[in-house]
C-alpha cells in the first residue's frame, strides 16, 4: 500500500472535517491445536484492514474496508456518516506525534518451521501426561503485526509487533470424577519466548494439579484470611479494580470508582498500575488514537489517583489522555487496559504463610463474576490449599472468594516480593484485545470463601 495514498487522503478529510484519523493494519498469524498428542488443526491467516474515522460537528463517522483500493472511498462515506447528525464529542489535545518502530523479536515465528512448532507441542504434551491424566489440549498461536496511522493533526506512526501464546490443558480421572488444571505462556517478543521457558516443567505441573484435585476437599465456609498467588492476584486486579478505571464505564454511571480520584480505596501499601511499555502480553507502542504508550499509576499509597482514558474520555473528565485507547483494526477505540498488575513490596512467601493461623491459599482462576457499578466480584480459583497455623495442608477444590472491591483492597495486609505477569484476552463492547495482568503473591483479611462446584 503506498503511504502516499493515506497522506493525501488525510490531508482531505482534514479539509472537511474537524478531525480525521486513518488507521491501516496487516498482520498473519498461524495456529495449531493438539489434542491427546496429536495435530487436529492447523491454520496460517493473512489479513488487512484500514479504518477511517472522521469527527464532524461533535459526531463520529466510522468506515472500514480490506481492500487497500477504497480507501478514498470509505474516507467519503465516513466523512458522510459524521455529518448526519449532530453530537457533543470533543477530543483531549495531543501532539502530533511522527515515529516508525518495528517489532522487538530476535525469531519471528514466521521463521520457525511448523514442524519445530508440532515438536514443541508434542514435547508439552509428554511432560504432561503423567499417571491418570486422561487428556491434554495444547492451543498455540502467533501474530505479526504491522500498523500505520495517521491523522489530521499530523501524525504519520508506524509501528510493528509480535505476540506468541500457548494455551494448555489437561484433563485428570480416577475413574470416578474428572478434574482440569490449566496453564498458559506466551508474551510480545519472538518464537525465543517459548524456547526460553522450561516446557517440561510447565507441562508436567499442569498435569500435577490435575491429579491433585482429584483427592482435593470442599473448602469450609465463611471469611478467612487468604493468600493468592500471582496469577490470581493479577485476575484480580485486572476484574476487580482495572476495569472499574475505564474512563467509559465511569462516565456510563457503571463504576463504583466514580468521583472518587483522591480517595482511600486501598491499604497504604496498595500501589497499582497499568503499563503498555513493559514486557508483557498487553503491549503496544502507541494506542488506537496515536498517543504514546506510557505507565499509569492508578492506585498509590492505597489512595485512586487515576482512571484510564481515551482522547474523547479524557476531555469529558478534565483529565489527560493516558494512551488506552484500543480496538480491532475495525472498529472504534474505546478504553482498555494494557499490562494492569500489583507493584510487589517486601514479604517473603515464608513470612507470609507463617502469620495464618487459619486461612486459605488460592492459586490460579478459572472464571467470575464483576459488577464494576455496584463494586463487587466474585472468582472461582483453580487450586486452593487450606493453611493451618502457618503450614500448607489439604488441597482443596470448587473454592471462590467474593466481596467489595475497595472493602478488599483495604484488606490487603502483606504483599509478596515476588512477581510475575499472566497473559490472555479481554472482551469489551464485542472486542477482544491481547492483555497482561500480574503482580506477587497477596495476602487479604476477612475475605469470603466458599464452594463453587
Excluded at 487515576?306 to 475495525?330: F, H, V
Excluded at 499490562?339 to 510487589?344: D, M, Q, R
Excluded at 478488599?408 to 463492547?429: E, H
Aim: with cysteine.
Amino acid at each position: 500500500m503506498d503511504i502516499n495514498v493515506f497522506e493525501k487522503t488525510i490531508h482531505w478529510l482534514g479539509e472537511k472535517a474537524d478531525y480525521a484519523d486513518i488507521k491501516m493494519g496487516e498482520s498473519t498469524s498461524n495456529s495449531l491445536l493438539m489434542k491427546d498428542g496429536k495435530i487436529q488443526e492447523i491454520k496460517t491467516g493473512h489479513d488487512t484492514g484500514i479504518r477511517v474515522r472522521v469527527l464532524s460537528r461533535g459526531s463520529w463517522g466510522l468506515a472500514y474496508t480490506s481492500n487497500p483500493s477504497k480507501v478514498d472511498e470509505i474516507a467519503e462515506k465516513a466523512l458522510r456518516l459524521s455529518k448526519r447528525v449532530g453530537g457533543d464529542v470533543e477530543m483531549a489535545p495531543y501532539p502530533p506525534v511522527v515515529d516508525s518502530i518495528g517489532p522487538e523479536a530476535r525469531i519471528p515465528p514466521s521463521t520457525v518451521p511448523v514442524e519445530d512448532k508440532k515438536r514443541t507441542l508434542l514435547d508439552i504434551h509428554k511432560a504432561a501426561s503423567i499417571d491418570k491424566v486422561i487428556s491434554t489440549s495444547i492451543s498455540y498461536v502467533d501474530t505479526e503485526t504491522k500498523t500505520i496511522f495517521f491523522n489530521s493533526e499530523g501524525s504519520s506512526i508506524e509501528s510493528g509487533e509480535v505476540r506468541v501464546a500457548l494455551f494448555l490443558n489437561t484433563v485428570a480421572s480416577d475413574g470416578l470424577q474428572i478434574q482440569m488444571g490449566h496453564d498458559s505462556i506466551g508474551g510480545c517478543h519472538g518464537f525465543e519466548i517459548l524456547e526460553g521457558e522450561d516446557l517440561e516443567r510447565v507441562g508436567r505441573e499442569t498435569g500435577e494439579k490435575a491429579v491433585r484435585l482429584l483427592s482435593a476437599h470442599s473448602p469450609p465456609s465463611g471469611k478467612f484470611t487468604i493468600l493468592t498467588d500471582p496469577k490470581l492476584t493479577g485476575v484480580l486486579i485486572h476484574e476487580a479494580l482495572g476495569h472499574a478505571t475505564e474512563a467509559d464505564l465511569v462516565l456510563q454511571d457503571d463504576s463504583i470508582l466514580k468521583d472518587r480520584l483522591g480517595e482511600r480505596i486501598g491499604a497504604k501499601n496498595v500501589r497499582i498500575v497499568d503499563d503498555p511499555t513493559m514486557d508483557a502480553f498487553g503491549h503496544y507502542h502507541y494506542d488506537a488514537e496515536g498517543v504514546k504508550a506510557s505507565p499509569t499509576i492508578l492506585v498509590e499509597d492505597g489512595i485512586l489517583r487515576s482512571y484510564l482514558t481515551s482522547r474523547e474520555t479524557a476531555q469529558r473528565l478534565g483529565l489527560g489522555p493516558t494512551g488506552n485507547a484500543r480496538s480491532m483494526i475495525s472498529e472504534n477505540p474505546i478504553v482498555r487496559m494494557s499490562n494492569t498488575y500489583l507493584e510487589p513490596r517486601d514479604w517473603d512467601f515464608e513470612e507470609m504463610i507463617e502469620d495464618i493461623k487459619y486461612g486459605i491459599y488460592l492459586k490460579g482462576s478459572r472464571g467470575g463474576q464483576v459488577d464494576t457499578g455496584k463494586g463487587i466480584f466474585q472468582f472461582n480459583a483453580a487450586e486452593s490449599f487450606l493453611i493451618e497455623d502457618g503450614e500448607i495442608k489439604e488441597p482443596l477444590r470448587d473454592v471462590s472468594l467474593s466481596g467489595d472491591i475497595t472493602e478488599t483492597l483495604k484488606g490487603v495486609d502483606a504483599i509478596g516480593s515476588d512477581f510475575k505477569m499472566n497473559i490472555g484476552f479481554c472482551g469489551k463492547a464485542g472486542q477482544t484485545v491481547p492483555v497482561g495482568d500480574g503482580g506477587p503473591h497477596l495476602r487479604v483479611k476477612e475475605v469470603m470463601v466458599g464452594g463453587s462446584g
